[in-house]
């Protein structure tokens, strides 16, 4: 097992490197796309919470080998590993996730990246493939001793707002589009996943790239008049069977497993583990 921290992109500094050594930290885990961009309406010292129109803009450019070169060189400045990435920037893949126009375009895109993370020599590449992403959170003080978090508590008016066309994924991706989402069944995002992972899971195995799924995060069904799909422990194993492949596995979050209604967090685990996908 290793000891990874976690850092927003605006994060790679030497006061949050320094802080992550501190804390015994090996490993680095970076989240590339700034959630924070074009926003003043939340905090960037803390998770982004979001409101009706999510986080901040999506600008959907490819990370080059240069930049990702140079933040590795200055994780490694401070004796640490860059391990993993975190999550496409939402207008990297849009249409790929609502299936549509544009994404065959895209995932050439996505391609490219992933060359790039291998090349520089980045293992993991966690992703959510999530239409409306983390949506709908507030800020409660029920965590240990009364500490203030970031939580779900039941639905809420975020939750039930239809998605615009300007957002996915929880950022705005389009922002002169107008009007709102139109649903689609589950089955349909299933089949949106399937496309990504026979295009994707080929290229990061000749990448030497493991891509590893986040599991949905609220785990409910259906967020802004939107299906989720791995929002239940046996869903993982669904994902898995799409293409066996040692280069499709699971950023394994436990707290949104334990959220979840069917199985337990700890079965779930011991499956998993057991099947080295974690
Ligand atoms: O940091 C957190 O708590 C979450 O926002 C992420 O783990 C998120 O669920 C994943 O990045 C997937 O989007």
């Known amino acids: 097992m290793k000891l990874g921290f976690g850092l927003?992109?605006?994060?790679?500094?030497?006061?949050?490197?320094?802080?992550?050594?501190?804390?015994?930290?090996?490993?680095?885990?970076?989240?590339?796309?700034?959630?924070?961009?074009?926003?003043t309406k939340f905090?960037?010292?803390?998770?982004?919470?979001?409101?009706?129109?999510?986080?901040?803009?999506a600008d959907g450019l490819i990370w080059t080998v240069e930049e990702l070169s140079a933040i590795k060189k200055q994780i490694e400045s401070y004796g640490l590993t860059w391990y993993a990435i975190e999550n496409f920037d939402?207008?990297?893949?849009?249409?790929?996730?609502?299936?549509?126009?544009?994404?065959?375009?895209?995932?050439?895109?996505l391609k490219q990246l992933i060359r790039n993370v291998g090349e520089v020599g980045i293992p993991v590449f966690g992703y959510n493939f999530s239409l409306t992403g983390v949506t709908g959170r507030i800020v409660t003080d029920e965590a240990r001793g009364g500490a203030q978090t970031v939580g779900m508590n039941g639905s809420n008016e975020i939750l039930e707002s239809p998605l615009p066309n300007s957002m996915a994924w929880n950022m705005t991706v389009e922002p002169a589009a107008?009007?709102?989402?139109?649903?689609?069944?589950?089955?349909?995002?299933?089949?949106?996943?399937?496309?990504?992972?026979?295009?994707?899971?080929?290229?990061?195995?000749?990448?030497?790239?493991t891509m590893a799924a986040h599991p949905d995060d609220p785990p409910i069904e259906v967020v802004r008049g939107l299906p989720k799909m791995v929002n239940q422990p046996e869903k993982y194993q669904r994902l898995l069977d799409l293409y066996p492949s040692a280069a499709n596995a699971l950023e394994y979050c436990l707290g949104t497993i334990a959220e979840m209604t069917n199985g337990n967090v700890y079965e779930a685990t011991e499956h998993y583990v057991?099947?080295?996908?974690?």
């Open 8 to 39: 927003y992109r605006h994060m790679l500094d030497d006061e949050h490197l320094k802080f992550a050594k501190q804390l015994g930290a090996t490993h680095i885990v970076v989240h590339m796309c700034d959630y924070f961009n074009q926003q």
């Open 43 to 57: 905090s960037s010292s803390d998770q982004p919470i979001g409101d009706k129109y999510g986080w901040g803009v």
């Open 90 to 109: 939402p207008k990297q893949w849009n249409h790929v996730l609502f299936g549509e126009d544009g994404r065959e375009a895209q995932i050439q895109g």
């Open 178 to 209: 107008t009007g709102t989402r139109s649903t689609m069944t589950e089955e349909q995002l299933w089949e949106n996943l399937a496309y990504f992972l026979n295009e994707i899971i080929p290229v990061a195995e000749s990448a030497g790239v």
């Open 274 to 278: 057991a099947l080295g996908k974690v």
